[in-house]
């Protein structure tokens, strides 16, 4: 039987596909370099770019044009869902994956409609990311095993929806009844969201009605009780 033909220097110098460009968008440093030593050390993706808040992630998705941004939910100038928003509005079909401390029942199908392709808890971030940043760059959603059942319960009609309380919230609402429950006064709340007060007032009303909280005193000791059990994201 004849030996196999050895392969050419040409053959022996196959393309290897690109590498991966990730940007983190993390306000904690620490958390970015951890991270950061996390993806390169994986064969085929390198992180292009760190950013500290919203308003610098967006900045470097324009000059970088990461294939995966990594997004934290709690930035200091803008919560995560909303910069999640803008990358889709100003770079469609940008792929992002939410990495957060916060409770996935609450924020992760919120990410998820606001243009995330995964979301993971920082918790199981040493042991999950990688597989969460190779899934999305391949086209996939990322969930854990609790979220994706709860999801299926839900599109079956096995577990209907919820039709009332902090579910229905909008986005904006849930982020001004943090704020709330964080004792950010109106006038200061606007200020952060660049809205009016006026916005703010109605969001509140909007809020209490939902919540079927008949006065404001009654909705800001709601909001801090809130806040204390499930952590902002402030």
């Known amino acids: 039987m004849p030996s196999p ?3 050419t220097p040409a053959e022996q110098k196959a393309p290897q596909p690109p590498v991966k460009r990730i940007l983190l968008v993390d306000d904690h440093p620490i958390m970015r370099h951890g991270l950061a030593q996390l993806i390169r050390s994986e064969p085929g993706l390198e992180v292009c770019a760190e950013a500290g808040s919203a308003c610098e992630g967006l900045d470097a998705v324009d000059r970088h044009h990461p294939d995966l941004v990594v997004i934290d939910l709690t930035l200091p100038d803008k919560n995560g869902l909303e910069l999640l ?30 243009g995330a392709r995964g979301y993971i808890m920082k918790e199981v971030a040493a042991d999950n990311l990688v597989t969460a940043v190779r899934k999305v760059l391949a086209g ?15 599109v079956s009609g096995q577990r209907p929806r919820q039709g009332a309380g902090i579910d229905t919230l909008t986005d904006r609402e849930l982020e001004v009844l943090e704020m709330i ?25 909007h809020i209490k009605d ?10 800001v000791r709601h909001a801090m009780q809130w806040v204390e059990q499930r952590g902002g994201m402030l």
């Open 85 to 114: 928003k803008d990358i889709q509005a100003m770079h469609p079909g940008t792929l992002c994956l939410v990495l957060s401390m916060h409770d996935e029942d609450m924020y992760g199908e919120r990410a998820l409609r606001a």
């Open 210 to 219: 939902k919540l079927g909280i008949t006065d404001g005193a009654a909705l």
């Open 181 to 205: 429950g964080r004792g950010v006064a109106t006038k200061n709340i606007a200020t952060r969201l660049n809205i009016s007060a006026r916005t703010v007032e109605a969001h509140r009303a």
């Open 5 to 7: 033909r050895p392969k």
């Open 140 to 154: 996939g959603i990322y969930v854990s095993d609790a979220m994706a059942s709860r999801m299926l319960e839900q």
